[in-house]
């Protein structure tokens, strides 16, 4: 069987954090790639989720960044 890096098709994940009020958020996306896409283009993605959420939900950011000026 070959390496899963090495099979061209869709590759899925999930980004996650926690809330400051406690709320677990998961979001998943998708890409295709004919290898495992490079890590700047998960990075892309996760963002892209995040940018999504907070745009319905402006509190919901990472615990994490709580307090940071962004």
Do not use: C
Request: no cysteine; net charge negative; aromatic share 10%.
């Amino acid at each position: 069987m070959p390496l899963l890096s090495e099979v061209p098709g869709i590759h899925f994940a999930v980004v996650d954090w926690i809330e400051p009020n406690g709320n677990l958020i998961m979001r998943p996306f998708m890409m295709y790639s004919e290898k495992t896409p490079a890590v700047e283009v998960f990075i892309a993605g996760m963002a892209g989720q995040l940018m999504l959420h907070l745009k319905r939900f402006p509190e919901g950011l990472p615990k994490e960044w709580s307090g940071l000026d962004l």
